[in-house]
């Protein structure tokens, strides 16, 4: 059995006899015909009934037609898998994606590079803090979009666009700001809870950021957690506006007003590629698309 006898079958019932698939596939009727029989005899049962004038499946027959058509669409894709491969588009590009940022913003991209490139595989990591930046760094990604200072990213040999700039702000449930009647410092909040998501990278190994001296605090490892134990009472944090801000209006959050400590504040957000590297012609795409966010 041959993908070239399949061919043969393909276009033989497709196209209702002989001579439409000699004109379909450019080979003789005779040469047609006997690629079917060596096809049956390869298979040792009859594929097609010749009792009438027009060529038809038996019921064995329908059985193979239906896995052959399935065998051929395979090796289509693998030959256009091939010719992807052979162009230099990647089988796979890793972009690593702070979890702060707003993935919706991502979404209409990566349907145009899924549609654009269907045979590379995007693989997405939801990093935290600098876990992004770190993975660009180590070159366990080709691209990471990361909030950060411009003063911070300068540091390391990385090529930065920035892309967004959104707020993060302190919150907490009514539930556990009832307990501060006169709440005017975060001193006051020294024993309650700060929620805080942990580094999924090592470039801030030992650093508390935005964290007094003495604070008590209860660790997690995604946003999601962060909210759940906010809106629970349990402690409060700095989270996405995005992500609390039907909280906010709902009255399930309320933002922490302190003379010490700013409500909200503003992060930017950036995508970054190692300095010197050469992307592929899908990492590329990616990168040229989602610098154009800022716009």
Same mark, same amino acid.
């Given at each position: 059995?041959?993908?070239?006898?399949?061919?043969?079958?393909?276009?033989?019932?497709?196209?209702?006899?002989?001579?439409?698939?000699?004109?379909?596939?450019?080979?003789?009727?005779?040469?047609?015909?006997?690629?079917?029989?060596?096809?049956?005899?390869?298979?040792?049962?009859?594929?097609?009934?010749?009792?009438?004038?027009?060529?038809?499946?038996?019921?064995?027959?329908?059985?193979?037609?239906?896995?052959?058509?399935?065998?051929?669409?395979?090796?289509?894709?693998?030959?256009?898998?091939?010719?992807?491969?052979?162009?230099?588009?990647?089988?796979?590009?890793?972009?690593?994606?702070?979890?702060?940022?707003?993935?919706?913003?991502?979404?209409?991209?990566?349907?145009?590079?899924?549609?654009?490139?269907?045979?590379?595989?995007?693989?997405?990591?939801?990093?935290?803090?600098? #876990?992004?930046?770190?993975?660009? &760094?180590? @070159? %366990?990604?080709?691209?990471? $979009? /990361?909030?950060? =200072?411009?003063?911070?990213?300068?540091?390391?040999?990385?090529?930065?666009?920035?892309?967004?700039?959104?707020?993060?702000?302190?919150?907490?449930?009514?539930?556990?700001?009832?307990?501060?009647?006169?709440?005017?410092?975060?001193?006051?909040?020294?024993?309650?809870?700060?929620?805080?998501?942990?580094?999924?990278?090592?470039?801030?190994?030992?650093?508390?950021?935005?964290?007094?001296?003495?604070?008590?605090?209860?660790?997690?490892?995604?946003?999601?957690?962060?909210?759940?134990?906010?809106?629970?009472?349990?402690?409060?944090?700095?989270?996405?506006?995005?992500?609390?801000?039907?909280?906010?209006?709902?009255?399930?959050?309320?933002?922490?007003?302190?003379?010490?400590?700013?409500?909200?504040?503003?992060?930017?957000?950036?995508?970054?590629?190692?300095? #010197?590297?050469?992307?592929?012609? &899908?990492? @590329? %795409?990616?990168?040229?698309? $989602? /610098?154009?966010? =800022?716009?």
């Amino acid at each position: 059995m041959t993908l070239e006898q399949l061919k043969m079958l393909k276009a033989v019932i497709q196209e209702g006899s002989l001579q439409g698939a000699s004109n379909r596939l450019f080979k003789t009727q005779p040469a047609i015909s006997k690629g079917l029989q060596q096809l049956e005899s390869g298979l040792g049962i009859a594929i097609l009934d010749r009792s009438g004038y027009k060529l038809k499946l038996t019921q064995q027959g329908e059985l193979i037609y239906q896995k052959a058509l399935m065998l051929l669409e395979q090796s289509d894709q693998l030959s256009q898998m091939a010719k992807h491969y052979k162009t230099g588009s990647e089988a796979k590009v890793v972009i690593a994606v702070d979890a702060m940022f707003d993935l919706e913003k991502l979404v209409p991209i990566f349907e145009h590079i899924q549609n654009e490139f269907p045979q590379t595989q995007v693989i997405l990591k939801q990093e935290f803090v600098t #876990g992004g930046i770190d993975s660009v &760094v180590n @070159n %366990k990604a080709q691209l990471a $979009i /990361s909030a950060a =200072e411009a003063s911070f990213l300068n540091t390391f040999k990385l090529v930065t666009q920035h892309i967004y700039t959104q707020s993060i702000i302190n919150v907490a449930a009514p539930k556990m700001l009832a307990r501060h009647k006169d709440l005017v410092e975060s001193s006051q909040l020294r024993d309650e809870y700060q929620i805080i998501v942990q580094d999924t990278g090592n470039l801030t190994k030992g650093v508390e950021l935005d964290v007094q001296q003495g604070q008590r605090k209860w660790y997690v490892n995604d946003y999601h957690s962060k909210r759940t134990l906010c809106l629970s009472g349990i402690g409060w944090g700095r989270l996405p506006y995005f992500m609390v801000k039907e909280d906010i209006e709902m009255g399930r959050l309320v933002p922490i007003s302190l003379n010490d400590t700013k409500t909200e504040i503003e992060v930017k957000s950036y995508v970054m590629k190692p300095k #010197g590297q050469v992307l592929g012609p &899908v990492a @590329n %795409k990616l990168w040229d698309q $989602i /610098s154009l966010l =800022e716009h």
